[in-house]
């Protein structure tokens, strides 16, 4: 199998992110983005030189589900999803785009990653073993590493153009983007949050923390609650969030994924100092990481990954 490790759609304008191409569809006017997925993987900042096959497909995918499922809860950015939708011009290009691409509505980006919190682990952990709290949000003391949280709690990040994204506090936050905008995109992250997270542990996955994107239509009238705030970019996949297989779930230790968590641990194992370039992924981490991308797929989604 070959990674897709950059598409190329000629006489479009680009913007290349650390996974996604993003290109304008009919000019800047247009209102209207065409996003691709490449199978690109990132670890701690730094995008490495080796691509996981499929793995585009498997976020874009996983992203579709959740926007078809959150139906009217939530107002999203997607427009079209299949290549029989896509645009004449773009049918060329199928092999490319067939299964990793979107068709989405453009907006004006929140600057702010908001991400919701269920679990605590990661850099929360480490905030909380200091000093008791995760982002300035004092929690009970006593809690384990991978302890599920009283209730979820929501941290937002700055949104690095470069380098690392920072913790800050939701007041800052609505400093930046305003009141009205940060206290909707919060309560809808939480919202969402609980609907995914419930009905992921029927499929035998616990979703333990998550980041959203949100950002605000041209046309929207800023009269509309939080600017009229729609969820964009990816949505609860593996690269956005932590999963954790529930039937192997056990509080006190650091817990077994289906995300790239697996490619991290690989990672610390090098004398690396996680500063580009990156280093190449020997073959038997880029197929055992394929096959937990490819199997979160599956128990999210009840299908069967077909490439």
């Known amino acids: 199998m070959t990674a897709l490790l950059e598409s190329n759609i000629p006489g479009l304008s680009v913007r290349r992110g650390k996974v996604r191409d993003v290109y304008e569809l009919g000019g800047a006017d247009s209102g209207k983005l065409l996003i691709v997925a490449s199978d690109r993987l990132s670890a701690f900042d730094v995008v490495l030189p080796t691509g996981i096959p499929d793995k585009g497909k498997v976020l874009t995918q996983i992203s579709n589900f959740w926007f078809g499922f959150l139906g009217d809860r939530v107002h999203h950015h997607l427009l079209a999803t299949e290549m029989d939708q896509f645009p004449p011009e773009l049918q060329k290009y199928r092999a490319q785009l067939a299964g990793r691409a979107v068709i989405v509505r453009k907006t004006k980006v929140v600057p702010i990653e908001c991400i919701v919190r269920g679990y605590i682990t990661g850099s929360g952990w480490k905030d909380y073993q200091k000093t008791g709290r995760i982002c300035g949000i004092r929690l009970p003391a006593g809690l384990k590493l991978s302890q599920q949280l009283p209730e979820p709690i929501f941290?937002?990040?700055?949104?690095?153009?470069?380098?690392?994204?920072?913790?800050?506090?939701?007041?800052?936050?609505?400093?930046?983007?305003?009141?009205?905008?940060?206290?909707?995109?919060?309560?809808?992250?939480?919202?969402?949050?609980?609907?995914?997270?419930?009905?992921?542990?029927?499929?035998?996955?616990?979703?333990?923390?998550?980041?959203?994107?949100?950002?605000?239509?041209?046309?929207?009238?800023?009269?509309?609650?939080?600017?009229?705030?729609?969820?964009?970019?990816?949505?609860?996949?593996?690269?956005?969030?932590?999963?954790?297989?529930?039937?192997?779930?056990?509080?006190?230790?650091?817990?077994?994924?289906?995300?790239?968590?697996?490619?991290?641990?690989?990672?610390?194992?090098?004398?690396?100092?996680?500063?580009?370039?990156?280093?190449?992924?020997?073959?038997?981490?880029?197929?055992?990481?394929?096959?937990?991308?490819?199997?979160?797929?599956?128990?999210i989604t009840g299908k069967i990954f077909a490439a």
């Open 155 to 299: 941290t937002p990040t700055t949104k690095a153009e470069q380098g690392h994204d920072e913790a800050i506090s939701f007041d800052e936050a609505a400093a930046q983007v305003g009141v009205d905008v940060m206290a909707f995109v919060r309560n809808k992250s939480i919202e969402i949050y609980n609907l995914a997270a419930a009905y992921a542990r029927t499929r035998g996955i616990i979703i333990a923390d998550t980041k959203f994107e949100w950002g605000l239509p041209a046309d929207t009238a800023n009269g509309e609650a939080g600017g009229g705030a729609i969820l964009i970019d990816e949505a609860l996949t593996p690269d956005s969030s932590r999963f954790w297989p529930a039937d192997q779930y056990q509080a006190g230790r650091d817990q077994p994924s289906f995300d790239k968590q697996y490619v991290r641990n690989y990672l610390e194992t090098l004398s690396w100092p996680k500063t580009y370039p990156g280093p190449a992924l020997p073959e038997e981490v880029v197929a055992n990481t394929r096959k937990k991308y490819v199997e979160a797929y599956d128990k």
